[in-house]
């Protein structure tokens, strides 16, 4: 049913269309109780802190404050839109569907307290502020990503940034990072997403592996070989599915670092389908089926939808893709 001067933008959150600074997110059941005057901007800030960290007490250092505050001003936030914001799970604190409606429009109130704080201080908002959380799997984060984001926060000392690794699908539904590379696309709408760069992968092995085991002379012949990949059951990365790539070959050593994998092949522990910005980095290391096994794949940039407009992800991003710009060679070798 309709009802004049609110749009229903979310199942059980209305926005009320009225002449407020800051329009009124409620439920179905008090949208005609809400002040938007009760509102307090302060509490947004608070929001989106847990909406960063999803844990109470990483939102609590980076606000500065203590844990019950946090629960204070989130339930107090609450009290005044007339809706659940956040609720407990076993990984922490997560946003309901309208919290993150809510986190998403309160995004630009936070920029401009952050350019308020800018200009007092003198900087007329040159330097950037505030905390910003990437994911990324291990050894791109650690090649690409991590030089980019010390480069960003020396030119903004005021700006704290947190790299997560692992080469596995991230929880896209999820609202702990700002910021997120992943091998594929991901298909979540909850974020915003562009192709970053393509890489190759192909198989490495030591001089002395293959004078003890033979040198494959063709990809049949890797049945008879140690083959070194991931732990298939705990990866849940479908362009990493190795039936894809090498159909009927089962690895016999298994990791879920590509670090530990690299220090398995660099070990003699057999033939690794390693990315070749990775391997080449060893001169001990020697590519074999060059031409028959050249796995290209994607890493794709995104970021939340509701953080994807921040001044500090939006540089972030042009890091990344800077740094990706100026490397390009050694994601994608010129022989592949």
């Known amino acids: 049913?309709?009802?004049?001067?609110?749009?229903?933008?979310?199942?059980?959150?209305?926005?009320?269309?009225?002449?407020?600074?800051?329009?009124?997110?409620?439920?179905?059941?008090?949208?005609?109780?809400?002040?938007?005057?009760?509102?307090?901007?302060?509490?947004?800030?608070?929001?989106?802190?847990?909406?960063?960290?999803?844990?109470?007490?990483?939102?609590?250092?980076?606000?500065?404050?203590?844990?019950?505050?946090?629960?204070?001003?989130?339930?107090?936030?609450?009290?005044?839109?007339?809706?659940?914001?956040?609720?407990?799970?076993?990984?922490?604190?997560?946003?309901?569907?309208?919290?993150?409606?809510?986190?998403?429009?309160?995004?630009?109130?936070?920029?401009?307290?952050?350019?308020?704080?800018?200009?007092?201080?003198?900087?007329?908002?040159?330097?950037?502020?505030?905390?910003?959380?990437?994911?990324?799997?291990?050894?791109?984060?650690?090649?690409?990503?991590?030089?980019?984001?010390?480069?960003?926060?020396?030119?903004?000392?005021d700006l704290t940034v947190e790299l997560l690794t692992a080469t596995r699908e991230p929880n896209l539904h999820q609202s702990g990072f700002d910021s997120a590379i992943t091998v594929g696309t991901p298909t979540s709408g909850q974020v915003v997403s562009e192709p970053l760069s393509d890489y190759f992968l192909g198989l490495y092995a030591t001089d002395g592996y293959l004078r003890e085991e033979g040198v494959p002379t063709t990809v049949d012949d890797l049945h008879r070989h140690t083959l070194v990949w991931y732990v298939d059951s705990l990866l849940h990365v479908g362009e990493l599915d190795l039936d894809k790539h090498l159909p009927g070959i089962t690895p016999r050593v298994m990791s879920t670092s590509v670090f530990a994998q690299v220090e398995s092949v660099r070990c003699g522990g057999g033939i690794g389908l390693l990315p070749c910005f990775v391997a080449d980095r060893h001169p001990e290391l020697r590519r074999i089926l060059r031409d028959e096994v050249a796995v290209r794949l994607g890493f794709t940039l995104s970021a939340r939808r509701e953080r994807s407009v921040q001044p500090a992800v939006q540089a972030i991003r042009a890091a990344i893709q800077a740094e990706v710009r100026g490397r390009v060679g050694e994601l994608l070798p010129e022989r592949g």
């Open 1 to 157: 049913m309709a009802h004049p001067g609110w749009c229903r933008i979310a199942p059980g959150l209305w926005l009320c269309a009225s002449d407020h600074a800051y329009p009124g997110l409620v439920s179905d059941r008090r949208r005609s109780q809400v002040d938007p005057r009760a509102i307090r901007a302060d509490d947004l800030r608070y929001l989106l802190a847990v909406a960063r960290s999803r844990n109470r007490r990483s939102a609590a250092s980076d606000l500065g404050v203590d844990t019950s505050t946090v629960t204070r001003r989130i339930r107090a936030l609450e009290r005044a839109l007339g809706t659940e914001l956040v609720r407990q799970n076993a990984a922490g604190w997560e946003l309901t569907e309208a919290g993150r409606t809510v986190a998403e429009t309160a995004g630009p109130i936070e920029d401009a307290v952050e350019r308020v704080a800018g200009a007092v201080a003198g900087d007329q908002g040159r330097t950037l502020r505030g905390n910003v959380r990437v994911t990324a799997p291990d050894a791109f984060g650690a090649y690409f990503v991590a030089p980019a984001l010390a480069g960003l926060h020396r030119r903004h000392p």
